[in-house]
């Protein structure tokens, strides 16, 4: 009997797996995650014990789209950070179907820019899929609660100009997190750019 | 031979400036009028691309091989490249040396949230990003890439049910 019902709970987890497959929407708790950084240390949103908030970046080096974010991801980290959301970028591709994402790769463009937020790979690429993220770029703009739980207050794109940052009308994510500290709904608290497909694992 | 080898030449030149069309730049607007609003029993093939985008430029000769192989059909196959409007030159480039034959539109849109939706509202904006009309609906929407033996597949079966729609009317 013991036997079925662990049979039975397991397939239960297997269906809720399948059926959770979409990843995270707006007002979903987030759930933690430990991933190697650039330097080799283990971070996870535990770490960020002051912090307000958290900026989860999905990202990549070499995705055209991205490389246009860079130093936009660069800027939202310094003048974030202060306001206590700090920038996590997360890696989520694999180097066996994109060798410009391998880790070695990683550390050299996180040095060369001098990247001031963690940059770190998702080998199993378990948290991606867990955020439901499909491309890079891709953020999660999380805010800390009472209980130091995280719950997802906006996804989608950093601004609504991917092409030019002085053509920018809308930040999302600035306004996301200033809404946030304010106290005020996040509006628009969902929003879609087009962006490079993450290269999952071939099976 | 000498003349052989010149004609060749000269033929070689032609077909080098004929093949490969001049890129469309297009508001989404007036994209939809090219396949979404066509109330006609042509399927119309929507792919989604950009230069930079590997996936899209791998996958994009299938879709060539398509428009081939359902010639003699009611199919139409078009690209809409999602590169910035200042790369025209640049996209005109790639698709005289890629010697694309379907028609190829430059869509002339900053943000994306104005239009991805009105696509189709499950696409997440990573390309490639395929989508099919018919009869003014859209029959089909898939983001991420093809086989060739997919594509066919899908634009054979897509192509069928509608009419069976329509017969059915």
New interface residues.
């Given amino acids: 009997m013991k036997k079925i019902s662990t049979l039975f709970a397991a397939a239960a987890l297997v269906l809720f797996a399948a059926f959770t497959e979409g990843g995270y929407k707006v007002g979903d708790k987030a759930a933690d995650f430990k991933l190697k950084n650039v330097d080799n240390k283990m971070v996870a949103m535990a770490d960020y014990k002051d912090a307000k908030g958290i900026i989860v970046v999905f990202t990549c080096n070499h ?3 991205a490389k246009k974010y860079e130093s936009r991801i660069m800027d939202l980290d310094k003048k974030m950070k202060a306001k206590g959301f700090p920038v996590v970028a997360i890696s989520p591709n694999d180097p066996n179907v ?1 060798p410009d994402d391998s880790f070695e790769n990683m550390q050299k463009l996180a040095k060369a820019k001098g990247y001031t937020f963690p940059y770190l790979i998702d080998e199993t690429q378990n948290v991606a899929k867990e955020y439901g993220a ?2 890079t770029p ?1 953020v999660y703009v999380l805010e800390k609660q009472k209980d130091a739980s995280y719950v997802v207050k906006y996804i989608g ?1 950093i601004d ?5 940052a002085s ?1 920018v ?1 809308e930040k999302y994510v600035e306004n996301a997190v200033n809404n946030i500290l304010a106290g005020k709904p996040v509006t ?1 608290d969902f ?8 290269k999952w694992k071939k099976s | 031979m000498k003349v052989v080898f010149k004609i060749t030449v000269v033929a070689f030149l032609f077909a080098f400036v004929c093949i490969g069309k001049k890129v469309d730049v297009v508001t989404f607007g007036q994209l939809q009028e090219q396949a979404a609003l066509k109330n006609n029993d042509t399927l119309y093939v929507v792919n989604f691309w950009a230069t930079w985008c590997g996936p899209c430029v791998k996958e994009m000769p299938f879709f060539e091989e398509s428009s081939k192989i359902f010639a003699n059909q009611k199919v139409k196959i078009m690209f809409v490249c999602l590169n910035s409007v200042k790369e025209v030159a640049g996209v005109e480039r790639f698709v005289k040396a890629k010697k694309i034959q379907n028609e190829v539109f430059l869509l002339n849109e900053t943000n994306p949230n104005n239009w991805i939706d009105r696509v189709d509202g499950t696409w997440s904006g990573l390309i490639p990003a395929t989508v099919m009309y018919k009869g003014g609906e859209e029959v089909f929407f898939k983001e991420g890439d093809f086989t060739q033996v997919q594509l066919d597949e899908t634009i054979t079966n897509m192509n069928k049910t509608i009419i069976n729609n329509i017969d059915q009317k």
């Fill in positions: 995705c055209p789209f994109e499909t491309k891709h794109a609504d100009n991917s092409d030019d053509a009308k628009p929003t879609k750019a087009i962006g490079c497909g993450i």
